[in-house]
């Protein structure tokens, strides 16, 4: 079956050090990757997509994200965190035909 | 540009009442609709989805119900609330067949059933 892990339910980083959330998934088929991250009481906005080519690939407010097709991995980094970036961050996946399948969320604190 | 809204963004309503969430999208045709509820601590738990008007896919069963009036209209409805659906609901959209574009999320319906 489809599935999506984001093995961290709850990180807590310091305000300039640098940040990353696991993301793994089992899917037979290329999935189409996302990471979204949602603040307190808010939608979910789309920070960056994995579908083609290159496999590290930038988002919005300085994220990236590295495919790694060995691992089954779509890793979400920040270099350096800021206090805005505390929130609930979730990997997705998409493939052909399916709806999305979300992972559990990782809900990301940052200390001044 | 697409948006999409939803409302209302809080609402509180006694066990045994009915509900109605509204969500509707602009500047697109023929969207896919989602329903989407979070728990408190949860995650992202899809309830229904909709690929065109009066289709409905249900994905677990629900003291909730969901229809599609009109192309870009979806509405989540229960005729009794129970304790247990309270939650945080979102609406998000997506384009047919268009995998590689993702969803669309609005911004969500705070329900606390008391």
């Known amino acids: 079956a489809q599935s999506v892990t984001q093995p961290d339910i709850h990180i807590t980083v310091s305000e300039g050090a640098s940040l990353e959330l696991r993301c793994n998934y089992s899917?037979?088929?290329?999935?189409?990757l996302f990471w979204y991250v949602q603040s307190p009481g808010q939608g979910l906005q789309l920070l960056l997509k994995y579908f083609s080519g290159d496999t590290l690939v930038q988002g919005i407010k300085g994220f990236e994200a590295e495919f790694k097709r060995s691992q089954s991995s779509f890793n979400l980094r920040k270099p350096s965190v800021h206090w805005s970036d505390a929130a609930e961050y979730f990997c997705a996946v998409s493939t052909y035909g399916q709806n999305f399948v979300f992972g559990p969320g990782t809900r990301l604190s940052v200390l001044p | 540009s697409q948006t999409i809204h939803q409302w209302p963004a809080t609402l509180v309503q006694p066990v045994g009442s009915p509900l109605s969430l509204e969500c509707t999208v602009e500047g697109t045709s023929n969207p896919n609709l989602y329903w989407y509820r979070q728990a408190a601590g949860r995650g992202l738990q899809l309830l229904f989805y909709?690929?065109?008007?009066?289709?409905i896919s249900s994905e677990v069963p629900q003291n909730l119900s969901a229809s599609r009036p009109q192309d870009r209209q979806f509405i989540l409805s229960s005729k009794k609330l129970l304790l247990s659906d309270s939650g945080f609901y979102l609406c998000?959209?997506?384009?047919?067949?268009?995998?590689?574009?993702?969803?669309?999320f609005g911004s969500g319906t705070r329900l606390t059933v008391v």
């Open positions: 998000a959209w997506s384009v047919p067949g268009a995998f590689s574009y993702g969803y669309t």
């Open positions: 899917y037979g088929a290329t999935p189409y």
């Open positions: 909709s690929v065109g008007i009066g289709q």
